[in-house]
């Protein structure tokens, strides 16, 4: 039976190879689910009769187009953009936006694949879609990042809406995008809806949207260390990136009173072997939201050790939360977490850990959570700001922040219904994909083969 399986994934992923050649990180996302959800079809006849993952991992729809725009020297400039709307059976598309040079139509179609997958598992209304577009927010300034926004919502304009797809920020997409964008929106359509989210709160955006990936995260490492009898407080935590994710990682961090000792960008990391309290993160704020300065500032301004073009798994720890970009963390990278003792991972990121590295995690008894489920509270609250917007109310932080954390805790339940073993161990990544996959695949079956 094992073998039959094994033979069942390998002919699917060859098939998978065929049709999307040249797409490593779509083929990463794919085998992922397939090892985990194959296996289960096998034994619900009804999917594989009706092709269910067969037809979920080819998009429904992919829009690229050209984004012209000037620079502020007169220069004339084109990036290329794209909107993949991947799966709309439980709700509209929904997925962010993601402005980095390193944006392909592979890495979007694996962004795509996942969110559907993680939309699903917060029992919120919303398929999977992703977008954006290979310029680089970084050296330029705030009149071309907002002429590039509206060069690129000029076209994306004529595919989204609030009932059809809702794009929100993502890697190089916060705040200031997120309103070049809505603006450019409103003055094509003559329409103030809920059409992005990640919207200022001023004009629409709910409460807690930028703080709540990085909350989300650690209500579901809460809830992992739950299992095993142990809590966030007094653990060392290690963290990658400084961006949004990681800035309200380290915040919630701090509140579960556990000790956050370091942030990365690019160019290296920092290690504070004292801990980012709460006076140093309003530092690494400041840095990377209004100075966009780098990362080894803080060295110079607080006395600690920087690590130049090296990443922060090196260091000791308890706790480990990869929450910068895709495949940072490699298999020498996760032997490294283990031998210096720690004890669980839980992605911050879309896809941070290679597949070597998550079965060196695996094989060596690490808690380990894929991003599906647990950084799945950033479009869980952008699915709360749809809400908000449909009703024309807001929501104070409280209420917000309390519904993000019974949906992380759903979440969590619904990867031990399906991943939990006759010994009581939780495989999160089985748990995730299977149950992720249940509520799309039962929504295709009773809307026929469309």
Same mark, same amino acid.
Request: proline letters at 4%; aromatic letters at 12%; a neutral charge.
């Given at each position: 039976m094992i073998i039959a399986k094994r033979s069942a994934i390998d002919k699917f992923m060859q098939m998978v190879e065929r049709r999307n050649q040249a797409q490593p990180e779509f083929y990463q996302a794919v085998y992922e689910v397939a090892q985990a959800v194959i296996p289960f079809i096998e034994e619900h006849p009804e999917y594989k009769k009706a092709a269910i993952l067969e037809r979920m991992i080819e998009a429904e729809r992919i829009i690229i187009f050209r984004v012209p725009w000037m620079d502020d020297e007169g220069n004339y400039r084109v990036n290329r953009g794209y909107r993949v709307q991947m799966n709309n059976a439980i709700g509209p598309y929904k997925?962010?936006?993601?402005?980095?040079?390193?944006?392909? !139509?592979?890495? @979007?179609?694996? @962004?795509?694949?996942?969110?559907?997958?993680?939309?699903?598992?917060?029992?919120? %209304?919303?398929?999977?879609?992703?977008?954006?577009?290979?310029?680089? %927010?970084? +050296?330029?300034?705030?009149?071309?990042?907002?002429?590039?926004?509206?060069?690129?919502?000029?076209?994306?304009?004529?595919?989204?809406?609030?009932?059809?797809?809702?794009?929100?920020?993502?890697? +190089?997409?916060?705040?200031?995008?997120?309103?070049?964008?809505?603006?450019?929106?409103?003055?094509?359509?003559?329409?103030?809806?809920?059409?992005?989210?990640?919207?200022?709160?001023?004009?629409?955006?709910? !409460?807690?949207?930028?703080?709540?990936?990085?909350?989300?995260? @650690?209500?579901?490492?809460?809830? &992992?260390?739950?299992?095993?009898?142990?809590?966030?407080?007094?653990?060392?935590?290690?963290?990658? +990136?400084?961006?949004?994710?990681?800035?309200?990682?380290?915040?919630?961090?701090?509140?579960?009173?556990?000790?956050?000792?370091?942030?990365? =960008?690019?160019?290296?990391?920092?290690?504070? %072997?004292?801990?980012?309290?709460?006076?140093?993160?309003?530092?690494?704020?400041?840095?990377?939201?209004?100075?966009?300065?780098?990362?080894?500032?803080?060295?110079?301004?607080?006395?600690?050790?920087?690590?130049?073009?090296?990443?922060?798994? &090196?260091?000791?720890? =308890?706790?480990?939360? %990869?929450?910068?970009?895709?495949n940072e963390l490699n298999e020498e990278d996760a032997f490294t977490l283990v031998n210096n003792g720690c004890r669980l991972v839980a992605e911050g990121a879309n896809m941070p850990c290679t597949p070597e590295a998550i079965s060196a995690f695996q094989k060596n008894g690490i808690l380990y959570a894929p991003g599906k489920a647990s950084n799945a509270g950033g479009v869980a609250v952008s699915g709360l700001e749809m809400s908000q917007n449909s009703i024309r109310m807001y929501w104070t932080k409280e209420e917000v922040e309390g519904r993000l954390r019974i949906i992380m805790q759903s979440i969590h339940e619904q990867c031990i219904h399906y991943g939990k073993n006759k010994e009581g161990d939780i495989d999160y990544v089985k748990g995730a994909n299977i149950a992720g996959f249940v509520r799309v695949a039962d929504a295709m079956l009773a809307e026929g083969h469309v």
């Open positions: 997925g962010g936006l993601r402005f980095h040079p390193d944006v392909t !139509l592979s890495v @979007l179609k694996f @962004l795509a694949f996942e969110q559907v997958f993680k939309n699903s598992l917060t029992s919120l %209304p919303m398929g999977g879609g992703k977008g954006g577009a290979d310029f680089d %927010p970084k +050296g330029k300034s705030d009149n071309e990042v907002m002429r590039f926004c509206q060069s690129f919502m000029t076209e994306l304009f004529h595919h989204i809406g609030k009932d059809t797809d809702i794009p929100a920020g993502d890697v +190089g997409v916060g705040t200031r995008e997120i309103g070049y964008l809505f603006g450019q929106f409103k003055r094509l359509s003559n329409e103030f809806n809920g059409v992005l989210t990640g919207k200022g709160y001023a004009y629409g955006g709910s !409460l807690i949207r930028p703080e709540a990936t990085g909350y989300g995260l @650690l209500f579901f490492v809460e809830e &992992m260390l739950k299992t095993k009898g142990l809590l966030v407080e007094g653990k060392k935590v290690v963290i990658s +990136g400084s961006g949004n994710v990681a800035q309200y990682a380290i915040e919630k961090t701090l509140a579960f009173g556990g000790i956050p000792l370091t942030a990365s =960008d690019s160019d290296g990391f920092i290690y504070d %072997p004292k801990g980012i309290d709460t006076n140093k993160l309003a530092y690494i704020m400041d840095l990377k939201n209004q100075r966009r300065g780098r990362i080894k500032e803080y060295a110079e301004a607080f006395g600690c050790e920087y690590f130049e073009g090296e990443k922060p798994w &090196m260091i000791p720890c =308890d706790i480990a939360l %990869p929450c910068a970009i895709q």
